[in-house]
């Protein structure tokens, strides 16, 4: 064998030495997958595609409007999980109260909604002629009590004008009362 071959096959081997090697310190050092297969959330009881239901004031007129493209309740920790819900708050005067987000949670006996993700809050045109648009994530709402909360930015939108800040104690219902915690900044445009 000539030293010419006998130096290519030292070089071959320590390169497949060295692939080796490395191949083993990947295994060594990666993290551990996760299974693809299906996460258990529990047990479900019921569940339902494409919910509508309208809950109805003493007088027999619609109080709240509630649409979810998924609805599952898991009957061991008693919590009900909705994918896109729109909420829709009916008030005595002036137009309603739309809630959307991108999911939401209803542990059993709790009166708070807990919206996850991104939450838009709209509402039409009142009396004076003015819109309302909140931006915000991950909120909670109790929608008996006309109320909702945020720790995250939100940004108030009523032209002509705008507020921002980051946490937010919201009353709904026919008197808003917006309260920003931290941050707060106003822009106000003139026409």
Do not use: C
Request: aromatic share 8%; glycine share 6%.
């Amino acid at each position: 064998m000539s030293i010419f071959a006998l130096r290519s096959l030292v070089t071959y081997l320590g390169l497949a030495t060295l692939a080796l090697f490395t191949w083993w310190l990947a295994g060594v050092f990666m993290p551990a997958e996760e299974s693809a297969g299906p996460r258990t959330h529990g047990t479900i009881d019921y569940y339902s595609k494409n919910l509508s239901r309208t809950l109805m004031d003493e007088n027999g007129k619609p109080k709240q409007l509630l649409f979810a493209v998924n609805l599952t309740h898991y009957v061991d920790q008693d919590r009900t999980e909705l994918v896109q819900p729109v909420l829709t708050l009916y008030g005595k005067d002036g137009p309603p109260w739309v809630i959307h987000s991108d999911n939401a949670l209803m542990p059993g006996e709790s009166d708070t909604i807990f919206l996850n993700g991104n939450v838009l809050i709209l509402r039409e045109r009142d009396e004076n002629g003015r819109t309302l648009k909140i931006v915000t994530q991950n909120a909670r709402v109790q929608p008996d009590n006309n109320y909702a909360e945020t720790d995250e930015f939100i940004q108030v939108l009523s032209p002509p004008d705008e507020l921002t800040g980051n946490g937010a104690r919201v009353h709904f219902g026919d008197d808003l009362k917006v309260t920003i915690l931290s941050n707060v900044r106003r822009k106000h445009e003139f026409p």
